[in-house]
């Protein structure tokens, strides 16, 4: 959905791009503090300090916003980050969704275990839907939309944590909904492909 919007952000990354691209850091740079600040909120979940790992997800999340303002704002975007932006993304929501197993999290219908990896198992194949699709060739154009592309679930999952803050069960609940939107998705991006398949 925020794929389809993107033009509302544009004057927004135009601003971000332009602050951060004075400072001495590379695009990629950027690309990797998210990882490191993904493995800080990673950490301070297992220590079930929700606040200080919303702080650093919530850093880590602007930095991978950070990294694609400056490649655009200096028109130096590559395929080498492109892919490396890709990659990290994995891991940045695999740190989060690792580190909420430790927490005491009640059972809503399944344990919440259960719903944390529909939610990174439905990440991922939203993610490899797309990718599979070209790779097969049964697109020329990059797939996107569907009900929550990565972006909108970073945003979901930040609200999850916002929510764990006051209440483990309204997390709970919130993330039994980012896994059925989640997967929705997965299977918007299949059919999807499967429809514009010229075989």
Same mark, same amino acid.
């Given at each position: 959905?925020?794929?389809? +919007? ?7 990354? $135009? ?22 600040? =993904?493995?800080?909120? !990673? ?12 702080? !650093?997800?919530? @850093? ?7 990294? &694609? =303002?400056? =490649? ?8 080498? %980050? ?11 929501? &695999? ?40 790779? +097969?060739?049964?697109? !020329? ?9 990565? %972006? ?11 929510? &764990?803050? !006051? ?16 997967? @929705? ?9 499967? $429809?514009?398949?010229?075989?």
């Amino acid at each position: 959905m925020l794929d389809e +919007k993107r033009h509302w952000f544009q004057k927004i990354e $135009k601003i971000v791009g332009r602050i951060f691209s004075f400072l001495p850091f590379y695009p990629n740079d950027y690309t990797r503090f998210s990882v490191f600040l =993904a493995f800080f909120s !990673f950490y301070f979940l297992t220590q079930k300090k929700i606040i200080l790992s919303l702080f !650093f997800f919530s @850093i880590s999340a602007f930095c991978d916003f950070v990294d &694609g =303002a400056i =490649a655009r704002y200096k028109n130096i975007p590559t395929k080498k %980050g492109a892919y490396l932006d890709t990659i990290c993304d994995r891991y940045v929501e &695999g740190f989060l969704l690792l580190g909420m197993i430790f927490l005491p999290l009640p059972k809503v219908i399944f344990p919440a275990n259960f719903w944390i990896f529909l939610i990174l198992f439905g990440g991922m194949m939203t993610t490899y839907a797309k990718a599979a699709a070209k790779e +097969k060739e049964l697109v !020329f154009l990059e797939l996107k939309g569907g009900l929550l592309s990565r %972006g909108e679930r970073i945003i979901l999952l930040i609200i999850s944590l916002l929510l &764990g803050i !006051f209440n483990f069960l309204w997390m709970s609940y919130f993330l039994v909904f980012i896994a059925i939107l989640t997967n @929705i998705t997965a299977l918007q991006r299949i059919y999807s492909a499967l $429809k514009k398949s010229q075989n």
